[in-house]
């Protein structure tokens, strides 16, 4: 790549958390707000949830913060926003996601998470698109992540870091979301590496091990967010069946469409939560 020379994750005596700190300066400096409260990633078909939070009171390109790589996607938004709520709040709003088959690393993946944090951010909202595994689910519902099995093989901890791992994805943050809407329901999501899709023979394993959603990202941003000391809320749009759970082919273009379809309504459920955090 050829920004890659100069990216300052990429230099392997680079502090990563240094790195994050110069980030969240840059964001003090951008947005004039000195902390955030509450960090907020967004996935394919919650990109409309921003509108909805609060007021913006400031847009920045992911590019002008230190350590963001451009996005690598067409419906991927490479922006990051300043939010107020009405109750006061400030949220960190991430439409700029680098994901781990991006193939840049661990470290850019979970740069946006550790940014969160140094920007004082107490509370990680993670939300992406996945297939779901359960068959009485249907594209367009969205679900809460209960646990997560990271099958990348990989980890955005460096050297002897044994983080504890319970509880990940909040309980008390999954009750507060179904105060909201009592009928989401929960599973556990599976990080596959990506970028195709699962075979179905994948899928039937992820099954067998106790997962229900699969997706390409989160588990690595989760295990970031709870080493830096944030509570972790977790939520995936089902916006396809799973490989070998719907019986036709998959397309970007379906998993788009479904998205799409959904956004209103799963946008306006995650405003609401984000209001009672
Ligand atoms: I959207 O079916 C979306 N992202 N791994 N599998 C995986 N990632 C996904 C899927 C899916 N749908």
């Known amino acids: 790549m050829s920004d890659s020379i100069t990216h300052p994750l990429d230099d392997p005596g680079a502090d990563p958390f240094a790195v ?8 003090a400096r951008l947005t004039g707000v000195d902390r955030h409260d509450i960090a907020l990633t967004l996935g394919s078909g919650w990109g409309k949830a921003a509108d909805l939070i609060g007021e913006t009171t400031a847009t920045l390109a992911a590019t002008d913060v230190t350590g963001f790589s451009a996005p690598a996607l067409a419906g991927h938004v490479g922006s990051l926003r300043s939010i107020l709520t009405s109750s006061g709040k400030r949220v960190l709003v991430i439409g700029a996601r680098t994901h781990y088959y991006e193939g840049h690393g661990v470290r850019r ?5 550790r940014t969160a944090a140094a920007t004082g951010a107490k509370t990680m909202v993670l939300t ?9 689910w249907t594209p367009g519902q969205p679900v809460l ?3 997560h099995i990271n099958l990348t093989g990989d980890s955005p901890l460096e050297g002897a870091t044994f983080i504890d791992l319970t509880d990940l994805y909040s309980t008390r943050l999954r009750d507060l979301a179904r105060h909201v809407d009592p009928s989401l329901e929960e599973g556990v999501y599976c990080q596959f590496r990506g970028p195709q899709y699962e075979t ?16 390409m990202s989160t588990t690595l941003e989760a295990i970031a967010a709870r080493e830096s000391g944030m509570e972790i809320l977790g939520f995936s749009l089902i916006t396809n069946m799973a490989a070998g759970i719907q019986t036709t082919p998959l397309s970007h273009r379906e998993v788009l469409e ?16 984000i209001g009672q955090l």
């Open 145 to 147: 992540i209960s646990d």
């Open 200 to 215: 179905p023979a994948e899928v039937r394993m992820a099954k067998t091990i106790g997962g229900h959603i699969v997706g």
């Open 128 to 136: 992406n698109g996945a297939g779901g595994i359960k068959p009485t």
């Open 109 to 113: 993946v979970v740069h946006s998470v």
């Open 258 to 273: 479904a998205g799409q379809a959904a956004e209103p309504v799963i946008s306006a459920l995650l405003a609401r939560v």
């Open 20 to 27: 994050a700190a110069d980030a969240a300066a840059d964001i």
